[in-house]
Structures are given as structure tokens and as C-alpha cells.
């Protein structure tokens, strides 16, 4: 991914403030109420929401489970976890500070989730993985796709995806 394009560290979009849902809207699975207007040609989802989708999505939540959340199309949320489509992209190291801390608690990042089994606290090597493309290079791991296609992956247990 061209360095370019990437927003600089703590880059506020121009987006302004719109209706992003709460950790509880997600834990009850209740859309979030409306309150903002957001006019046509705006769009839907400003820095914190985009960070939302992309957290949710590295927890197995599909586009369309989260888009139901936000109450906005499914079209929106997919261009938030790809991150291609916004200049500059978000720097996706920083989604986590974007958000309420609650989503730390109940989605922890998915570099530091642990096996509760694994008594040294490293990652249970023993259980499969599964790939989960993500839409930015994962800069805590700096992996990319085996493939080749250029398309960035997280990690997760298939326990952890199963447990959602």
C-alpha cells in the first residue's frame, strides 16, 4: 500500500459527527437510533465509525450483520473495512483510539487475544487458524496475504471466531 496515501498519525476526517453505535448496540445486536441527519451525497460513516466496521469485522461480524447495527448499507460498511476508497486512507494501527474503550474490553485487538488455556499468556499454537482479509497491512504483525494478491490478513483461532 502506497505510504502516500495512508492518513497521518491522528488524522480527524471532515466527516463531523454522526450516529456510531455503542458496544452494548452490538453485544444486543440493536441498531443504533438516529438522531443525525446525514444529507444525500455525505458520507454515511466518519474516522470512528470506519473504525467500528473494521474492528466488528475482525471478530467474524459480516458487513451486512454490521451495517444492520449502524442502519446504513452493507456497500458502506464493506468500503470502510477495505479502506481503499477514503483519501487518505485511515491508519488502522490507531482504530482502537478512535473508539470507546468497551470495544477494547469486549473486542480486544485481535494481535493480543490470548488462549485462555496457554498459561504463559503467548497465543495457543495448537489450535487451527483462520484467515480473516482485512482492508490495511496489519502493522502489529506485518503480514500479508500467502497468495500474493496484496490483500492483508489478521489471525484468529477458530475457536475465537466460533465463540462470536
Do not use: W
Request: proline share 7%; charged share 30%; aromatic share 6%.
Amino acid at each position: 500500500m502506497d505510504e502516500d496515501l495512508i492518513a497521518d498519525p491522528g488524522y480527524e476526517s471532515d466527516t463531523g459527527p454522526r450516529d456510531n453505535p455503542t458496544c452494548a448496540n452490538f453485544l444486543k445486536k440493536q441498531p443504533v437510533q438516529k438522531t443525525i441527519e446525514v444529507g444525500a451525497g455525505k458520507k454515511v460513516l466518519n474516522r470512528t465509525g470506519r473504525a467500528i466496521c473494521r474492528i466488528l469485522y475482525a471478530h467474524s461480524y459480516s458487513a451486512a450483520e454490521i451495517a444492520r447495527i449502524f442502519d446504513i448499507s452493507s456497500t458502506s460498511v464493506s468500503r470502510a473495512i477495505e479502506n481503499i476508497r477514503y483519501i487518505p486512507r485511515d491508519r488502522v494501527s490507531e482504530d482502537y483510539g478512535r473508539v470507546d474503550p468497551e470495544f477494547a474490553v469486549h473486542f480486544p485487538p485481535v494481535a493480543n487475544l490470548r488462549s485462555p488455556d496457554a498459561a504463559d499468556g503467548r497465543l495457543d499454537e495448537t489450535k487451527r487458524q483462520t484467515i480473516v482479509p482485512m482492508g490495511d497491512r496489519c502493522e502489529r504483525r506485518g503480514l500479508d496475504f500467502p497468495c500474493g494478491c496484496g490483500r492483508p490478513l489478521i489471525l484468529m483461532t477458530t475457536s475465537l471466531l466460533q465463540n462470536r
